[in-house]
C-alpha cells in the first residue's frame, strides 16, 4: 500500500509531496503468463489476482490448470517460471507431470530480467501506478488491475516484454 515514489517535476522550490497512510502493508499478489498463439502470433495476457493474500501452491497449479485450458489443442506450453516456492509445489509438480504439453522451465535465482512477465509488472508498478497514494485494498486491485489490462490490450507492448527477456517474437502469422 507504500506508493512507489519516482521522480517528477514541480515549480522550483516546491518539493512534490504524495500523503499517504502507512498503517499497514496490504498488499495484492498476482499470477501472470503472457501467452503466444503461434497460430496467429496473438498474445494476450492471463492473469489470477489473490488480493490481501499471497501465492501458494494451491493458487499456482489452480493458475497453471487456468493456463492448459487457455491454450488449446495439444501442442507444447512453455512456462518460464521464477523460483518462488509455490511454483514448486507437489500440487504443481503433479500437474506437470499429468501434462506432458506443459514444459516448465524455471529461472535462475535472482534473473528477473529473464522472465517475460517481468516488465509487465514493471510498466504497471513502477510506471503506470508511480506516485499514487491508494487508500483501501480494493482501491489497490482496481488500480492495478486497470493498468496491467491497458498494457495487456496492446500487442507491441506485450511484444517488448519478450525482447526484455532476449526472448525473439514475431507479431506475424508462425510459419
Known amino acids: 500500500m507504500n506508493p512507489c515514489l519516482k521522480a517528477t517535476w514541480a515549480p522550483a522550490g516546491q518539493t512534490p509531496v504524495v500523503p499517504f ?14 501467452t503466444l498463439r503461434p497460430a ?14 499471497y501465492v501458494r501452491g494451491a493458487e499456482a497449479a489452480a493458475f ?27 500440487l504443481v509438480k503433479r500437474l506437470v507431470e499429468e501434462h506432458p504439453r506443459l514444459r516448465v522451465h ?6 528477473p530480467d529473464l522472465n517475460p512477465v517481468e516488465p509487465l509488472w514493471s510498466m504497471t508498478k513502477y ?8 487508500d483501501t485494498l480494493e482501491e489497490l486491485e482496481a488500480t492495478a488491475r486497470r493498468h496491467v489490462e491497458r498494457v495487456a490490450s496492446q500487442q507491441h507492448l506485450l511484444a517488448a516484454c ?14
Open 40 to 53: 496467429t502470433g496473438a498474445m494476450d495476457l492471463l492473469i489470477d489476482w489473490y488480493p490481501g493474500s
Open 64 to 90: 497453471v490448470e487456468r493456463l492448459l485450458e487457455h491454450v488449446p489443442g495439444d501442442g507444447p506450453i512453455d512456462l518460464v517460471w521464477d523460483n518462488l516456492q509455490a511454483h514448486k509445489s507437489p
Open 127 to 134: 510506471h503506470g501506478m508511480a506516485n499514487h497514494a491508494i
Open 106 to 111: 524455471y529461472l535462475p535465482p535472482y534473473a
Open 21 to 34: 497512510r502507512n498503517r499497514h502493508h496490504k498488499k495484492v499478489s498476482a499470477l501472470g503468463a503472457i
Open 162 to 175: 519478450f525482447k526484455a527477456a532476449g526472448l525473439a517474437v514475431s507479431l506475424s502469422s508462425a510459419q
